[in-house]
């Protein structure tokens, strides 16, 4: 039996931070992922633009992940992919985590950082519509430049719609966004400017029907009804944005069920602790008074969590995790930082 001070169950940035600081306090870590990929849903839009991470100039979704991912793996924790965590039990002093390959894995202590959930996209609920999945029906925005110069009808009101109808003003020939509410949900700003564009903005308004191009392999019409109204508007891609299904990714035994709210997110009793002792949370999952869902949240919980485990092991720990300008685990990778930068600007000088 392989024992684990703490698995992180989740890999987005909630727990890809957990993994760094976690090594940093000398944790023997373990992060438990059900997708194939790190990065959580950040991954879902890849060349989205962040500005609010504190420190870090404008960069794509993509390269920040790559970012997170490389700072998680400073200390190599143990990394299992398309795992999907069943069952949390707890024998003596610890946790059992069963998973969906039947393996089972051992640890101290638990951070769970599962986000919103597994999020799966609500699909277009048209008869046949999936077979348009390969070609030009899309329920998320893998790269811009395959709709450049095209035809894009996005389809929904919120700030997931919203935000790629923007991102295609840039790349697109034209855009049209259907809603079926009187009114977007999404950010002001953003509405904005695709009122600025002229974008068409068609409100109390739902696909009916698709019609298929000759070969019957993708849609080149959308049949759009409007208060009573038939549109047929020709389209060269389709985006549906109606928000996502969330599957709940784990549960626990009845002797350690930590207190829920809506029946999903976890209450936090106070610097990421749940109302189980040796299991924490970090992330969206956690649920407290004055929570800060920004990304910056993200990593205190993540901070909180680590910390608030290392105790619980181990009581007489610090608190705290020295900082890394002045902590010991940091003097030989800053070595080989400076000797790189350094022969990066002599190259350049010559």
């Not at 992919?81 to 894995?105: A, S, Y």
């Not at 077979?131 to 389809?155: A, C, Q």
Request: charged share 20%; proline share 3%.
């Amino acid at each position: 039996m392989e024992l684990f001070d703490v698995t992180i169950i989740g890999g987005g940035p909630a727990g890809l931070y957990s993994a760094f600081y976690s090594g940093l306090r000398n944790m023997k870590t373990k992060i438990i992922e059900v997708q194939p990929v790190l990065g959580g849903k950040v991954n879902i839009y890849p060349e989205k633009v962040l500005w609010d991470v504190g420190g870090q100039p404008p960069m794509q979704a993509q390269l920040f992940v790559q970012n997170l991912v490389n700072q998680a793996n400073t200390f190599s924790p143990t990394i299992c992919l398309n795992t999907k965590v069943e069952q949390i039990e707890k024998h003596g002093d610890i946790f059992v985590i069963t998973t969906n390959n039947g393996e089972t894995h051992y640890s101290k202590t638990i951070i769970v950082a599962v986000g919103g959930g597994i999020l799966n996209p609500i699909k277009l609920e048209i008869e046949g519509a999936e077979k348009y999945e390969m070609t030009n029906l899309h329920y998320t925005i893998l790269g811009l430049e395959r709709f450049r110069n095209k035809k894009v009808l996005v389809s929904g009101g919120g700030n997931g719609a919203i935000d790629w109808a923007v991102e295609l003003l840039f790349v697109a020939k034209e855009v049209v966004v259907i809603y079926r509410k009187d009114q977007l949900t999404a950010h002001e700003s953003q509405v904005e400017k695709l009122k600025e564009h002229g974008v068409q903005i068609m409100l109390n308004a739902k696909i009916q029907s698709v019609v298929s191009n000759d070969t019957k392999t993708a849609i080149e019409q959308v049949i759009v009804s409007q208060n009573g109204d038939i549109h047929e508007i020709q389209v060269d891609d389709v985006l549906i944005s109606h928000g996502y299904n969330r599957e709940v990714s784990l549960t626990f035994a009845d002797d350690i069920q930590p207190m829920r709210k809506d029946d999903y997110y976890l209450v936090g009793q106070g610097q990421c602790k749940t109302s189980v002792p040796g299991i924490f949370g970090a992330g969206d999952i956690i649920s407290y008074d004055d929570k800060v869902n920004l990304l910056i949240g993200t990593f205190q919980d993540a901070v909180l969590a680590v910390n608030n485990a290392k105790k619980y092991i181990d009581p007489k720990a610090d608190q705290y995790g020295m900082v890394s300008s002045h902590n010991e685990k940091f003097a030989e990778k800053n070595k080989e930082l400076l000797e790189e930068l350094f022969c990066k600007a002599e190259a350049a000088s010559l």
